[in-house]
């Protein structure tokens, strides 16, 4: 069966920085699109980054623009989200996920989910 399994979460200061990796099992990634999405408390899953399957294309959402850099390395099955000047606004549970069709910019279509790692920004 398909596993994704987050790491990399913890507690920062604000400004700092975090990498997440999302490794991948029971399916092989260099044929999809990978998504990051994000759950602050009390607040819906929200969409975060998403990469193209050979990593030509991102996309992402306007908030993390400029501070956040998706990416993949399809030999290890992996994806990782690169977070640089971390706001208290960023901490939430993060999970990575497939996506299994339409186009990069649509935030539909996702499917699979890990148990997520959680990210927390002090100030």
């Known amino acids: 069966q398909v596993q994704l399994v987050e790491s990399g979460g913890g507690l920062v200061q604000a400004g700092g920085s975090l990498r997440l990796s999302c490794a991948a099992s029971g399916l092989t990634i260099s044929s999809y699109a990978m998504g990051w999405f994000r759950q602050a408390p009390g607040k819906e899953r929200e969409f975060v980054a998403a990469?193209?399957?050979?990593?030509?294309?991102?996309y992402y959402e306007d908030s993390v623009k400029g501070r956040f850099t998706i990416s993949r390395d399809n030999a290890k099955n992996t994806v990782y989200l690169q977070m640089n000047s971390l706001r208290p606004e960023d901490t939430a549970v993060y999970y990575c996920?497939?996506?299994?069709?339409?186009?990069?910019?649509?935030?539909?279509?996702?499917?699979?989910w890990g148990q997520g790692t959680q990210v927390t920004v002090s100030s």
């Open positions: 990469i193209s399957w050979r990593g030509g294309s991102t």
């Open positions: 996920s497939v996506k299994l069709g339409g186009p990069l910019t649509s935030t539909s279509q996702y499917s699979y």
